[in-house]
């Protein structure tokens, strides 16, 4: 079967507390979960029917062969995750204190097996065929991965849909200046962003979604997503905008709720969806997971989703 969708980026073994509202010296014992932005989200589109993909890497140690089999598990193709061999796969410690916005402690040193990714460990006629590339901005963070990324979008040619996941966090970059300059140097390659407002402010210089919608666009994309939290979303294309309202849920961990609206969001592109259709889709599927713990485990079925809305 051909691939629907690839994405591109960070992998790790996610810890998570199963005490909740206490710091992380209090905490007694973890539950072990798949983890990571472009891999959440791989596996948020193939609960919903998706073939995806991750192109990625780990290190040559058991947390890696856990990756492998995690992702064969959730109906995620392997294929294309390397092994760097003098680095270790990346856990990553949260604390569910408190549990809406968890704090997170990476274990990433001294560089990410995901951030050595070369032009050697790229399936170039899947990057310029595939129906849907998904790419981050955590991705240009460093090199080599950088320079790697830029040659995938280079390669990819603006291709519909070529969506980038603005994905912005502060410890993985020297300065929001950097960060704009190579994150928001990316929008010249893609056809589709998605971001809340922090992650917008840095892309584009401001967190008013309608005016960073508005640079979007300005810069050749079809559509922008804005997240705004307990304001909705805004999606915008160049024919119109529309704010689409939050789902209300009791949030038990908020880790994770982004990547099960990226899956989503992938699945409404692939599926022709109109903009607002697949901003409520996302938005519901989000909150799903923003009402359990864990991520990739976390992440809804189609039905679950149909039943929310």
């Given at each position: ?103 997170l402690l990476f ?15 790229v399936p170039w006629d ?184």
């Amino acid at each position: 079967m051909s691939l629907e969708a690839l994405t591109i980026g960070r992998v790790g073994v996610d810890l998570y507390p199963e005490q909740s509202g206490v710091p992380l010296a209090g905490v007694s014992t973890f539950a072990k979960s798949l983890g990571g932005t472009a891999t959440n989200v791989a596996v948020a589109a193939a609960r919903l029917g998706r073939r995806t993909a991750v192109l990625t890497k780990v290190g040559p140690d058991g947390f890696g062969d856990y990756v492998r089999q995690a992702l064969d598990g959730f109906g995620v193709s392997p294929e294309f995750v390397g092994t760097s061999p003098d680095l270790q796969t990346p856990v990553v410690f949260c604390e569910l204190n408190p549990p809406a916005d968890p704090p997170l402690l990476f274990y990433r040193s001294p560089i990410a097996p995901d951030l050595t990714l070369t032009d050697e460990d790229v399936p170039w006629d899947v990057v310029e065929s595939v129906p849907l590339l998904w790419v981050t901005g955590t991705g240009v963070s460093v090199e080599p991965a950088r320079a790697t990324q830029r040659k995938i979008l280079e390669a990819r040619g603006r291709r519909e849909h070529t969506v980038l996941d603005l994905d912005y966090r502060p410890m993985f970059w020297p300065s929001v200046e950097q960060a704009r300059a190579e994150i928001g140097g990316l929008l010249d390659h893609v056809t589709v962003a998605v971001g809340n407002r922090t992650e917008a402010e840095v892309a584009v210089g401001t967190a008013d979604p309608d005016e960073a919608a508005d640079r979007m666009l300005a810069r050749g994309l079809r559509l922008a997503v804005i997240k705004k939290g307990a304001e909705g979303v805004l999606v915008a294309t160049p024919d119109g905008r529309w704010t689409v309202p939050p789902q209300r849920v009791e949030v038990v961990c908020g880790l994770g709720a982004g990547d099960g609206f990226g899956g989503a969001l992938i699945h409404g592109l692939l599926s022709g969806w109109d903009p607002v259709r697949i901003a409520e889709y996302a938005n519901a599927a989000g909150a799903l997971v923003a009402s359990r713990l864990a991520c990739a485990d976390a992440m809804p079925t189609a039905g679950e989703i149909e039943e929310l809305l």
